[in-house]
């Protein structure tokens, strides 16, 4: 009885449920990623500026010294990323 139970569980299980709870995954995981494009999108357009923005934010804090230049030029080089657009020409 316990192992016919067992099987009986385990078909359920990979015939039915498996197959069900994977496809609601994929379904919600597919709205997300739509969800979700044009930000992973436009972080990917970036990739080739973060040199100029790393370069252009490190002589922004040249005036400052030590840990204050480095707390500013960390907390500018996300706010110039984060603001940053690619001109389309």
């Known amino acids: ?21 994977l496809k609601l995954i994929r379904n919600y995981l597919n709205k997300k990623e739509s969800e979700y494009q044009k930000d992973i ?3 990917m357009d970036l990739f080739p500026y973060f040199r100029q923005i790393i ?5 922004e ?3 400052l010294k030590g840990y204050t230049r480095f707390k500013y030029f960390i907390a500018n080089s996300i706010s110039n990323c984060i ?7």
């Open 1 to 21: 009885y316990i192992v016919l139970r067992s099987f009986f569980f385990f078909l359920l299980w990979y015939l039915v449920l498996g197959p069900l709870v």
């Open 83 to 89: 603001h940053f657009e690619v001109l389309e020409r």
């Open 41 to 43: 999108s436009n972080a």
């Open 61 to 63: 804090t040249k005036h």
């Open 55 to 59: 370069a252009f934010t490190w002589k």
